[in-house]
């Protein structure tokens, strides 16, 4: 499984962004898709997951309300709507996958990073 994160960016505090994920895997609907964010000098924390057919997602308490998790399984794609963005959501964004879902599971599968940084 290959991920490719994009969207990250630069944007005021109050804006937002759309992170995308693509993979190159032949079965994605056999994956859940997961964002997790690290911010400098703080470990990685998970933010986001949906299930393998989108029905489900689940949020990390600090972007409830705020972030949408989804995917496009005929594109491949997941996504991260991310509104009413706040300085302290500055972080390097990572998209993950594996084939089980759970907000506590650590996925076997990463892409490379996009940086978010949101001015005050």
């Known amino acids: 499984v290959q991920l490719q994160a994009s969207g990250g960016g630069l944007v005021q505090a109050g804006g937002s962004l759309r992170l995308s994920c693509a993979a190159s895997?032949?079965?994605?609907?056999?994956?859940?898709m997961y964002w997790f964010r690290q911010a400098p000098g703080k470990e990685r924390e998970f933010v986001a997951t949906?299930?393998?057919?989108?029905?489900?997602?689940l949020y990390a308490d600090s972007v409830k309300g705020r972030f949408t998790i989804s995917r496009d399984n005929a594109k491949n794609t997941a996504y991260l709507q991310m509104n009413s963005l706040k300085p302290e959501d500055t972080a390097v964004y990572y998209c993950?996958?594996?084939?089980?879902?759970?907000?506590?599971?650590?996925?076997?599968?990463w892409g490379q990073g996009t940086l978010v940084t949101v001015s005050s």
């Open positions: 949906v299930s393998w057919s989108g029905e489900r997602t």
């Open positions: 895997v032949r079965t994605f609907n056999g994956y859940a």
């Open positions: 993950a996958a594996d084939t089980y879902f759970a907000s506590t599971l650590v996925p076997n599968y």
